[in-house]
C-alpha cells in the first residue's frame, strides 16, 4: 500500500491517492490548502484501510472479493484445493466486472454475469459463486459501504451435470456383494494397495482424501471403530485439516472389516520390516511399488474391476463408494440422521438432494407402518 500527493487546479490546492500493492487507486480526496491536512487524512484512512475497513466508495467489487478473502476466508486455513476452487471464481469476478465500482452493480448486469458463468458451469458451481458474492456483499455492507444487494431475485441456471444421480452409485444390492467379494479375494499388498484401500471406502463411505488420510491410530481395535480426523492430498503429498467440524467422526465397522485391517497391517509391517515399504506417518495405504497412490490411479483400477464385473455404472469413480456406502445404509433402513452423521454432513439436505428416491422408499414403509398400527388399535377397540 502506498500514498501520493498532488497539487491541482487553480487554487493549487493538495489532494492525495491512497493505492493497493497492484497500483490501483482504493481511496482518494482533494481540496487540502496544505499537504499536511492532505497527509492526516491519507495517513488515517490507510490505517483503517489496513485494519480491513473498505472506506472508498469507487472500490471495485474485485478489490472487495479480494478483501473479503484475505479477512475472512483464508484465516480459516481451508485446503489448497478449496482456495483454488475460491481463486477460480474471483478471476471470473475479475474478468466480468473489470473496473467497475462495487455500488454501480446492477441487477440486470450481475444476472447477465451469472447467465455467463452458467455457460460453462453446472447448477451447484453457479450457486456456489453466487452463495460467494451474497457473502462480500454482508461483508461489505458491515464495514458501512452503502451497496445495493443485487443477487437478490436472481436466477440460477447451469449446465447438466455430466453424470446423472443415479450415476455416482451402484443399485443392486447383488452388485455390492459382487464387488466386495471381489476386493476381499484380492487383498495382497505384494501386488497392489488399492483393493485394501477401495474396500475400506466401501465399507465406511469415507471421502477420498479422508481414507488416503488414515493412520493406524485411527483404527480403534476394541470398539470396531474407524475415526477420521485429517485429510491427505495424493497430488500435493500433503496433510490438510477436515473438511469441517463435523467431518471429524467415528464408524463403525464389521468384525470382517476388522480382519481385513489386521491382515493388511501384517502384510504391511513384513514390507516395513525389510525395508521395502517407508511409511513414517503410519499410514494405512501404502502401495509397494508407488507408495501414496493418487486418485486417478484408485479410479483406474477401480473403472477396470467394475467393466470386469460388468457392475454398472462401470465410470464410478472412488467417490462413488462413499455414495454406495450412504445409499445401502438408507436402503437397508438406517436412519438417515444417523447416515448423514456418518457420512460427515451437518444435516441431512445433502442426502435428501441425492437420494431423493431411496427416501421416499422408506417414508413410505414408514407410512404403511403408521397404517398398521391405526389399524390394530381400532380393532383392538372393537
Known sequence: MSISYRKRGKKNLWDYRVFDTNKKVIASNSGFKTKREAEAEAISIELKLKQGSIIDKNITFYQLWEKWIELKIKPLGKADTTMNKHHLRGKF??????EKPAIKIMASEYQ????????????????????EIKNVIIFAKRDKLNI???????????RPPQKKKDEKYIHSFADY???????SKNLDLSISVIPYLLIIQLKTGLRAGEVAGLTWDCVLWKTSEIKTYQRYDTVRKRWTPPKTDDSVRKIPVDEETIKILKKLKN??????N???ITNPDNMLFIDINYGIITNKGINKHLKQVLSDLRIYPSTMTSTGLRHTYCSTMLAMGVDIWAVSKLMGHKDIKEITETYGHLIKEKAEIENNKVRSVLKSLIENDK
Open 112 to 131: 447477465a454475469f451469472i447467465n455467463k458463468y452458467a455457460e460453462t458451469n453446472g447448477r451447484d458451481n453457479v450457486s456456489r459463486m453466487n452463495a
Open 93 to 98: 469476478i475479475k474478468k466480468h466486472f473489470s
Open 274 to 276: 525389510n525395508g521395502t
Open 177 to 183: 456383494q459382487k464387488l466386495v467379494t471381489y476386493l
Open 267 to 272: 502384510e504391511q509391517k513384513f514390507y516395513v
Open 148 to 158: 445495493d444487494d443485487f443477487t437478490e431475485g436472481v436466477i440460477l441456471s447451469g
